[in-house]
């Protein structure tokens, strides 16, 4: 069986510690491919999802999941997926992952929760541009989706395996402005969310929002600023 050679050097940092390893995986679909992923805290989880080329069976994607101390494979997730799915982001909670997906054929977004070697649920969306980001909850029970509109607005939901709301939080642009999120972190239980917002004139402004993702709390949005001088033009 033709091998494709997935990382010929895995370099991750975890807990201070820095490790090399090699590994083969077979038949990786490379155009597809994205990435060895790292999830939980101080990056706990090691993964590597993939689609699969080989055609001797149906189950086209794998989910090859690695100890984060040694790298040796622990346990293999293989499910039967449509051909046009694409993978866009995941993440593991210490039980179960939760996958979105893009269906090239129906134009929709996919989530998919596992549990054990199956899917659990299976939730699609109309496409309609937004951007997901997904990231384990405080709880191996728990997901938190933070789903971003082309306009800059964003919602934060968390939510159990079988992907019904617990709870969900609005927060939209001011008039005016419009908003481009720049990066989202999970950190220690507290959602990082910063943003750039562009007026008409020109100007803009860098601010960040921290929102605490197990209960939702709202805990603070300030303009990022160097010393005294704001990070605008």
Known sequence: MKKWLIASLLLLTINGRSAAQEFLVDSVNRSKFTGVRQDGEMGSFVYVPYFTTNKTSKQNFIIRQLNSQTFNEEQVLRLELPSTFILKSSTFNGSSYLLHFYDEAKKEDVLISTMGESINKKKTIKASGDAYYLYSGATPED???????????????????????????????????????????????????????????GKYEFSIHNVQSDGGEDMAQSSLSSDDTKLYP
Not at 153 to 172: A, C, H, P, Q, V
Not at 189 to 197: A, P, Q, S, T, W
């Open 143 to 201: 997901f938190i989706i933070v789903t971003v509109s082309n306009k800059g607005n964003y919602r934060i939901e968390k939510t159990g395996i079988d992907l019904e709301s617990k709870w969900e939080k609005k927060f939209s642009a001011p008039a005016g402005m419009d908003r481009q999120i720049v990066a989202i972190n999970n950190k220690m239980g507290i959602l990082e969310i910063i943003r750039k917002d562009s007026k008409s004139n």
